[in-house]
């Protein structure tokens, strides 16, 4: 029976946390089943020792233990679970002995006792599981931008849903929703909720108040509420009376940071009803007990890209307005590239199994990988580009997209003892798309962000060598910093025409809570709107330096409108050049699909775009708080002798802006 388990339900690694708490519980019943499992892991043991050494140090937490084969207070047997000597069983079977766990070290110890953990819960009839809705939230209340479709068309599967399903442990039962494409818009919907917990996952801020309306209606209905997310953890740990005042009154228990440490463990305590207001884990989860995300959990059909993957977490390079490294890390962990490249496989083999048409199956053989920098750890680059390369000749439709930084194109990695240029091995692995993180094409706006790594000059250079290894690019594009004046619209226009930049993430400049942008701004007394629905790079809420807040919005809007325009498309993604290959290719028509897929996510921003100047025409002006620039507000203050350096390194003096008071 326990051989049949153990054969079914291979080790979760990241269940210890609530197991090391089990551990401690002297007063659970359950401890007998510890001690029987400390049995067995000391017979499984007995040539090093090393768990009856952990034991002994347990047996100071209440528990007696003898010498090897014998524990006190306890067994499985007591317990009223089958004979620990089941556990030898799989011992027998060396050939299925891949999953036996041996305990060696602490970790390992501790899944040999979730395993039996495990098998309590799933073997205990009597007991009725935990129901969990996962619920990511979106905003469609202000009506403007982004509709259902755009989200199913541009965005991905929610990872954090995936990841979370694949800690719940199994005396509870996961079920997702994304109100990005599945929106609990009714009271109706609302009452037929049926959980236990809502799990609510609120990264973005601009989701904030949609979260609060859901876990509002939801707590009223007698969920167990629990929050977890960028967001959440932002405002715990910097903006304490907001976290107060629209955080916690919604919520039973926060899940602070990333949740592979706790997740297991709150669940534990829900059932046992002594839940906590806060957890957080002690440590940045390694990725060596990341689990394998539940992408069966998550309901994919909606999206046209079916499957998000994450390799890396952290970033070292700490830009100003980003909240990665604050929330992930300045270490950069990775993840082991075989596991990575087993799971795609697993994927791209069940795609291959159906009746697709060719495009069906291009699209469904697409990842997106949501790590915030692929290539920043080159020696961890090239053993994935590796495993992914070894994917694409197994699989041809596979490819993939992810997000990087224009001078990684630049560097070299090693591919088979060799040094190859990155972008050679990028598309040898089937690469087609990167998102990169360009800002700003004024070199004092990246100094200021911290991202003077993004070098102006070489930006045509590195673009064409992207372009060149056959990848699309979209070009993330920030307006708003403190050297920005109105020429930014058109300097940015430029740019992003004449390097014939496929899409582009248009964003105004948003002091995203927990960021060093947003902690300067504030001190600086001149964030004007507080309503994180704003806080979706769409909207002004702030003074900029050199700009009022309306021409900043106005000026957005119509950079969003021109580049979006039928001529400026043609200019970017129809230019002679791409034409001419497009028939040199013939007979295969590849490039004419792909000159076709790129018109039509040109088209759908073209739409958005529209949706939102027409939702702002009729949209009151009082947003704009006073609607004057910041070197305004400093003038009123006469503080323009005060100025100090962290504000002069953002406000340079010139002749737009008065010097004298
Ligand atoms: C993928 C992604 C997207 C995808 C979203 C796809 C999707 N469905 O998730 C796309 C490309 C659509 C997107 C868009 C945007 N994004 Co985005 N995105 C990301 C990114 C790169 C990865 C998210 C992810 O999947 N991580 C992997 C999972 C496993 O990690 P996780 O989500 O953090 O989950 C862990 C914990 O947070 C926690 N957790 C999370 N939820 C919950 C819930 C519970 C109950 C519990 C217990 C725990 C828990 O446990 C998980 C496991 O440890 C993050 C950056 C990042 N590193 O997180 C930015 C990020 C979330 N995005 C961000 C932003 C700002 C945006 C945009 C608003 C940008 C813009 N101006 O256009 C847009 C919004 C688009 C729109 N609709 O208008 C910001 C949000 C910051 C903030 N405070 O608002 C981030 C953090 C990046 C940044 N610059 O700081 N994004
Ligand atoms: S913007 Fe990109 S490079 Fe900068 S800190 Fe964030 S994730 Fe890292």
């Given at each position: 029976m326990l051989y049949d388990y153990l054969w079914r339900h291979p080790p979760r690694w990241h269940r210890s946390a609530v197991l090391e708490e089990l551990l401690t519980d002297r007063a659970s019943e359950r401890l007998k089943v510890v001690g029987g499992i400390a049995r067995w892991m000391m017979n499984f043991s007995a040539p090093i020792g090393r768990s009856s050494e952990m034991i002994r140090r347990r047996s100071t937490t209440g528990w007696s233990t003898g010498s090897c084969g014998t524990t006190g207070s306890g067994s499985i047997t007591n317990a009223g679970v089958p004979n620990v000597a089941d556990a030898y069983t799989p011992l027998s079977h060396p050939a299925k002995s891949d999953i036996i766990v041996m305990p060696y070290t602490d970790t390992e110890i501790q899944i040999g006792i979730e395993i039996f953990y495990n098998f309590i819960f799933k073997e205990d009839k009597t007991m009725e599981k935990l129901k969990i809705l996962f619920i990511t939230p979106e905003t469609f209340?202000?009506?403007?931008?982004?509709?259902?479709?755009?989200?199913a068309f541009i965005g991905f599967p929610s990872l954090s849903a995936a990841v979370i399903g694949a800690l719940t442990p199994d005396f509870a039962e996961f079920t997702a929703i994304d109100e990005a494409v599945d929106p609990l818009e009714t009271e109706v919907m609302l009452d037929s909720v049926h959980a236990d917990l809502v799990a609510i996952s609120l990264n973005m801020s601009y989701k904030a108040n949609r979260a609060m309306e859901i876990a509002s209606a939801l707590k009223s209905?007698?969920?167990?509420?629990?929050?977890?997310?960028?967001?959440?953890?932002?405002?715990?740990?910097?903006?304490?009376?907001?976290?107060?005042?629209?955080?916690?009154?919604?919520?039973?228990?926060?899940?602070?940071?990333?949740?592979?440490?706790?997740?297991?463990?709150?669940?534990?305590?829900?059932?046992?009803?002594?839940?906590?207001?806060?957890?957080?884990?002690?440590?940045?989860?390694p990725a060596l007990i990341w689990p394998v995300p539940a992408y069966g959990a998550v309901n994919t059909a909606p999206f046209l890209v079916k499957h998000s993957r994450q390799a890396t977490r952290g970033c070292p390079l700490d830009c100003e307005f980003c909240s990665v490294t604050s929330f992930n890390g300045p270490t950069f962990r990775t993840y082991d590239p075989a596991k990575l490249g087993q799971g795609i496989r697993t994927t791209l083999n069940n795609v291959a199994k159906r009746q697709l048409t060719n495009i069906q199956q291009e699209i469904q053989s697409f990842f997106a990988f949501v790590d915030d920098n692929i290539t920043f750890d080159r020696a961890y680059l090239s053993k994935l580009l590796a495993e992914l390369i070894r994917i694409k000749q197994e699989f041809p439709y596979f490819t993939w997209g992810g997000q990087t930084t224009l001078y990684a194109i630049d560097k070299k990695v090693k591919y088979e003892g060799i040094e190859l240029p990155v972008g050679e091995l990028l598309k040898r692995s089937?690469?087609?798309?990167?998102?990169?993180?360009?800002?700003?094409?004024?070199?004092?706006?990246?100094?200021?962000?911290?991202?003077?790594f993004n070098d102006v000059d070489k930006y045509p250079d590195?673009?064409?060598?992207?372009?060149?290894?056959?990848?699309?690019?979209?070009?993330?594009?920030?307006?708003?910093?403190?050297?920005?004046?109105?020429?930014?619209?058109?300097?940015?226009?430029?740019?992003?025409?004449?390097?014939?930049?496929?899409?582009?993430?248009?964003?105004?400049?948003?002091?995203?809570?927990?960021?060093?942008?947003?902690?300067?701004?504030?001190?600086?007394?001149?964030?004007?709107?507080?309503?994180?629905?704003?806080?979706?790079?769409?909207?002004?809420?702030?003074?900029?330096?050199?700009?009022?807040?309306?021409?900043?919005?106005?000026?957005?809007?119509?950079?969003?409108?021109?580049?979006?325009?039928?001529?400026?498309?043609?200019?970017?993604?129809?230019?002679?050049?791409?034409?001419?290959?497009?028939?040199?290719?013939?007979?295969?028509?590849?490039?004419?699909?792909?000159?076709?897929?790129r018109i039509f996510m040109n088209l759908r921003y073209a739409k958005i775009s529209a949706r939102i100047r027409k939702t702002r025409q009729s949209a009151s002006r009082d947003r704009f708080g006073k609607n004057v620039t910041f070197a305004d507000i400093l003038l009123e203050r006469n503080e323009r002798q005060t100025l100090n350096k962290k504000q002069l390194k953002g406000i340079r003096i010139s002749s737009t802006v008065p010097t004298e008071t």
């Amino acid at each position: 029976m326990l051989y049949d388990y153990l054969w079914r339900h291979p080790p979760r690694w990241h269940r210890s946390a609530v197991l090391e708490e089990l551990l401690t519980d002297r007063a659970s019943e359950r401890l007998k089943v510890v001690g029987g499992i400390a049995r067995w892991m000391m017979n499984f043991s007995a040539p090093i020792g090393r768990s009856s050494e952990m034991i002994r140090r347990r047996s100071t937490t209440g528990w007696s233990t003898g010498s090897c084969g014998t524990t006190g207070s306890g067994s499985i047997t007591n317990a009223g679970v089958p004979n620990v000597a089941d556990a030898y069983t799989p011992l027998s079977h060396p050939a299925k002995s891949d999953i036996i766990v041996m305990p060696y070290t602490d970790t390992e110890i501790q899944i040999g006792i979730e395993i039996f953990y495990n098998f309590i819960f799933k073997e205990d009839k009597t007991m009725e599981k935990l129901k969990i809705l996962f619920i990511t939230p979106e905003t469609f209340a202000k009506a403007e931008g982004y509709t259902k479709e755009d989200i199913a068309f541009i965005g991905f599967p929610s990872l954090s849903a995936a990841v979370i399903g694949a800690l719940t442990p199994d005396f509870a039962e996961f079920t997702a929703i994304d109100e990005a494409v599945d929106p609990l818009e009714t009271e109706v919907m609302l009452d037929s909720v049926h959980a236990d917990l809502v799990a609510i996952s609120l990264n973005m801020s601009y989701k904030a108040n949609r979260a609060m309306e859901i876990a509002s209606a939801l707590k009223s209905r007698g969920k167990i509420v629990v929050w977890g997310g960028v967001h959440v953890t932002s405002l715990y740990d910097h903006h304490r009376d907001r976290f107060d005042a629209e955080v916690a009154p919604y919520a039973d228990a926060v899940v602070l940071g990333e949740a592979e440490e706790i997740w297991g463990k709150l669940l534990e305590d829900a059932v046992k009803g002594r839940l906590k207001k806060i957890y957080r884990a002690a440590i940045q989860p390694p990725a060596l007990i990341w689990p394998v995300p539940a992408y069966g959990a998550v309901n994919t059909a909606p999206f046209l890209v079916k499957h998000s993957r994450q390799a890396t977490r952290g970033c070292p390079l700490d830009c100003e307005f980003c909240s990665v490294t604050s929330f992930n890390g300045p270490t950069f962990r990775t993840y082991d590239p075989a596991k990575l490249g087993q799971g795609i496989r697993t994927t791209l083999n069940n795609v291959a199994k159906r009746q697709l048409t060719n495009i069906q199956q291009e699209i469904q053989s697409f990842f997106a990988f949501v790590d915030d920098n692929i290539t920043f750890d080159r020696a961890y680059l090239s053993k994935l580009l590796a495993e992914l390369i070894r994917i694409k000749q197994e699989f041809p439709y596979f490819t993939w997209g992810g997000q990087t930084t224009l001078y990684a194109i630049d560097k070299k990695v090693k591919y088979e003892g060799i040094e190859l240029p990155v972008g050679e091995l990028l598309k040898r692995s089937g690469c087609i798309a990167m998102f990169i993180g360009i800002e700003s094409v004024s070199k004092e706006s990246l100094a200021i962000a911290n991202k003077n790594f993004n070098d102006v000059d070489k930006y045509p250079d590195q673009i064409k060598k992207f372009h060149d290894y056959g990848m699309m690019l979209n070009a993330g594009m920030v307006m708003g910093f403190d050297s920005d004046t109105p020429s930014v619209f058109d300097d940015t226009y430029e740019f992003l025409v004449k390097n014939r930049i496929e899409i582009s993430l248009l964003n105004i400049l948003v002091p995203l809570p927990g960021t060093d942008l947003y902690m300067r701004y504030a001190a600086d007394g001149r964030i004007f709107d507080h309503n994180w629905e704003n806080y979706d790079g769409r909207h002004v809420v702030y003074y900029p330096s050199r700009m009022t807040p309306e021409q900043l919005e106005t000026g957005f809007l119509n950079l969003w409108k021109e580049l979006y325009s039928l001529v400026t498309i043609a200019k970017r993604i129809v230019y002679p050049g791409q034409i001419v290959s497009a028939f040199k290719n013939l007979p295969r028509i590849n490039k004419f699909e792909q000159i076709g897929s790129r018109i039509f996510m040109n088209l759908r921003y073209a739409k958005i775009s529209a949706r939102i100047r027409k939702t702002r025409q009729s949209a009151s002006r009082d947003r704009f708080g006073k609607n004057v620039t910041f070197a305004d507000i400093l003038l009123e203050r006469n503080e323009r002798q005060t100025l100090n350096k962290k504000q002069l390194k953002g406000i340079r003096i010139s002749s737009t802006v008065p010097t004298e008071t």
